[in-house]
């Protein structure tokens, strides 16, 4: 169980170097990582719990709680990761934020709810928010209380390519369940 006292940092940061040899691959397993202040119903660190950034390949994020950060997990880059068995709750902006050039990544079995936040969700806040992928699965995951349970939205020069989903929730969302929305010559291509 981590303790996150910091209000501006992640607990966890997996840069690995791009590599074709699973041996260098990183894995997160069996964690809980809750912000300083355990009874607090509010987002207390403003930063996301588990950071997978850069061009790491293969690397793992399972069996992990999450609790009051302004991100669950955010994956900014890599090829082949896998993020499963999850539970993430009061999160700010997102449960989970692709957000980079990530490639063939396969994120499933998990909740990610704001059910127990107090206040009204973030702005724009989404369980699963979408900027940037090419080749992603998503499985078995089910969204609550956000204000967009799924929000696939690429900005100018990014694009969502060949987004697979299955059996992915959106439940007791503020306003959209599903919300696609391109902005500003950004592309979703392929979502299925």
Not at 136 to 145: G, P
Not at 160 to 172: E, K, P, T
Request: aromatic letters at 12%; glycine letters at 12%.
């Amino acid at each position: 169980i981590i303790l996150n006292q910091s209000t501006t940092t992640g607990a966890f940061r997996l840069d690995a170097p791009y590599s074709g040899d699973p041996t260098k691959a990183m894995s997160l397993r069996n964690v809980s990582i809750f912000s300083s202040a355990l009874a607090r119903t509010t987002v207390d660190v403003a930063a996301p719990a588990v950071y997978l950034y850069g061009s790491g390949n293969g690397s793992e994020v399972s069996n992990v709680t999450i609790w009051n950060h302004d991100k669950g997990i955010r994956v900014q880059g890599g090829t082949y990761n896998r993020i499963f068995n999850f539970n993430i709750q009061n999160c700010g902006t997102a449960g989970i934020y692709v957000d980079g050039s990530a490639t063939g990544i396969y994120v499933h079995h998990g909740v990610i709810s704001n059910n127990n936040c107090t206040s009204s969700p973030v702005a724009g806040s989404a369980g699963l928010f979408l900027e940037a992928y090419s080749g992603c699965w998503f499985e078995d995951i089910d969204n609550t209380s956000w204000q967009h349970g799924v929000l696939v939205q690429p900005q100018s020069g990014h694009g969502c390519y060949y987004g697979f989903f299955a059996r992915v929730l959106a439940d007791s969302s503020t306003y959209q369940g599903w919300y696609l929305d391109p902005s500003a010559g950004g592309a979703i291509v392929a979502t299925q």
